[in-house]
């Protein structure tokens, strides 16, 4: 990778994240924590206001505008392609996210490029079986509490049919067994309790915080699942 290319590199990775570490930046573009000084100053030397605080590392002051990021073709035809992925694998809610999203991505492209996403388009399919009809809209809510720290409200069906009511704080989301499950911390059952997310039939976030503070990492979690895959 020639220097122009890496400083449109860093400057992306610093755009996509609050803080970034001198450390990270050596490591995407395996280079020295030296180099990655030098490519600093010369983007502030562009004007670009990269700004340092310890302890975090570099950010782009905030309010700084940056013109739209443009994409290869490449780019453009591997975001088309996760359009499939998305509407196969998630719900409604993020859907439309995605949906909004790619919209604005293809806005910045040249017309030439629009024109063969056009065509490409018409050329990529999944088919999956009925199991992966996703016809809820919870994901987009649940990635919001889990992010704002929330305790969410829900009815949940258990394989039994049975209803019930619940009071949880939502950890993470992990996709296994080819369904979305919510981690969380189930106040009825004072543990921690693993929900079919096509198995809520209503959710509310409370928008009152979290009450256990020391909740564990999703990634440990995953050691207990009952299947690897």
Same mark, same amino acid.
């Given at each position: ?10 400057? *992306? +990775? =610093? ?6 570490? !001198?450390?990270?930046? @050596? ?26 605080? @310890? @302890? ?9 505008? /940056? ?10 035809? @591997?975001? /088309? =392609?996760?359009?499939? #992925?998305?509407?196969?694998? *998630? ?16 806005? #910045? ?18 088919? +999956?079986?009925?199991?992966? !009809?996703?016809?809820?809209?919870? /994901?987009?809510? =649940?990635?919001? *509490? ?21 009071? !949880? ?27 079919? #997310?096509?198995?809520? +039939?209503?959710? !509310?976030? *409370? ?17 207990? +699942?009952?299947?690897?895959?």
């Amino acid at each position: 990778m020639n220097r122009i290319d890496r400083l449109f590199g860093i400057l *992306t +990775l =610093l755009q996509s994240k609050k803080f970034v570490p !001198a450390e990270k930046i @050596a490591e995407k573009f395996c280079i020295s924590v030296r180099t990655v000084y030098r490519d600093v100053k010369a983007l502030t030397e562009q004007g670009i206001p990269v700004s340092f605080e @310890a @302890a975090k590392g570099y950010f782009i002051v905030p309010g700084f505008f /940056l013109p739209p990021v443009a994409f290869t073709s490449a780019e453009a035809n @591997a975001i /088309l =392609l996760m359009e499939s #992925v998305v509407y196969a694998f *998630t719900d409604k809610s993020i859907q439309t996210h995605y949906s909004n999203a790619l919209n604005k991505i293809k806005n #910045v492209l040249r017309h030439s490029q629009k024109e063969k996403l056009e065509k490409l388009t018409d050329n990529i399919r999944m088919q +999956l079986p009925p199991c992966f !009809a996703n016809d809820y809209e919870y /994901l987009s809510l =649940l990635q919001h *509490t889990i992010s704002a720290k929330t305790i969410i409200e829900f009815d949940y069906k258990n394989n039994q049919e049975e209803i019930s009511r619940r009071k !949880a704080e939502p950890i993470g989301l992990i996709f296994y067994a080819f369904s979305w499950h919510l981690i969380a911390w189930c106040h009825l059952r004072n543990d921690y309790r693993d929900f079919r #997310v096509s198995r809520i +039939l209503k959710v !509310a976030d *409370t928008q009152i915080p979290f009450q256990k503070t020391n909740h564990i990492e999703v990634s440990a979690y995953m050691k207990s +699942l009952p299947v690897n895959y």
